[in-house]
């Protein structure tokens, strides 16, 4: 059966719309049928970070307000046919998106694919709550650090208030996604450690992704880094946290601190970063 | 990554900044109402609607924004009596 799931965070920049390309392009790498699609409606970003930013014609308003089908919209991934885009729209805003709408597209997305992974926009308004509310399973995004944490509690009460399934008496399966981890700054103590964060939020652990310029890359490129450089740390990162979003039972490693080199030690920072 | 890797690889930030510079002068012109791309699209399905019943959810649309170039491709399944289906295709280089 088809999973719906939701990338959420509530704070910007931490890496929602990075994860969604990632893990919607590492369960494509492994066969799966995915969309992802994009929820932020008016500032739209997933399509240049899929490389998909020239053929956008149609958009998930368009969807929603019937100027146009599904199949119209739908940009298929040059690199893996078994991975599509639903793009959202740029020039409208949230208000745009009505729940009926949004509940339909759904609805038929679930008979075309595996998994429906689902970009929120930031925030706790609108954009946000829509992209949640018919999720199965929902991705919290968080970076070590304070506001990110508390932001992150803050979307997992909504998950379990405002989902379909919350108010069914369900419960949605949450899984936090650390992303940016600076393994060498949490071993100096200069940022939360993993356990601090899964003690604090206590929801199971999907993956840690560390802080990586592979990712940057790829931004750059236009490619999912599962995809840009399938080797890198980070992508070998979102590949495992993919597994285990497909249920498959892999252990967690912390990443290790690399060892400050000559350079590094000479400005106070890794010359690597 | 180690310092091989580094030299090897093609810096990805000009890819980045020609890509911004594609997106953006779209992205300004669908704000100004000038996108030329868009306007085409839809004249082009009006002519052909002004001759033959023109099912929307038939028509296929590809596009390609590019600088110079841009492609824009319209799919139409056109019904005529005398023969069965014949498939037109316009293809439009601004």
Known sequence: MAQVVVVTSGKGGVGKTTST???GAALAQSGENVVVVDFDVGLRNLDLVMGAERRVVFDLVNVVQGDAKLAQALIRDKRLENLSLLPASQTRDKDALTSE???????ELRERFDWILCDSPAGIERGA????????QAVVVTNAEVSSVRDSD?????????????EKGGRIDKHLLLTRYDAARASRGEMLKVDDVLEILS????GIIPESQDVLRASNLGAPV???S?????ARAYIEAARRLKGEQ????LPAAEPRGFLGKLFGRRAVA | MNLLTLFRRRPSAPVARERLQVLLAHDRGVVGGSDLIAVLQEEILAVIAKHVALDRDKVQIKLDRGDPVSTLEIDVEVPSLARPRERGLATARP
């Open chain 1, 203 to 206: 929801i199971p652990l999907l």
């Open chain 1, 250 to 253: 892999i252990q967690i490693i």
């Open chain 1, 226 to 228: 599962t995809l840009a």
């Open chain 1, 21 to 23: 390309a990632s893990l």
């Open chain 1, 154 to 166: 803050r979307i997992i009460g909504l998950l379990d208030s405002k989902t379909e399934k919350a």
């Open chain 1, 101 to 107: 709408g949004v509940e339909r597209i759904i609805g």
């Open chain 1, 230 to 234: 399938p080797n890198s740390a980070p």
């Open chain 1, 129 to 136: 709550t829509l992209a949640m509310r018919h999720a199965d």
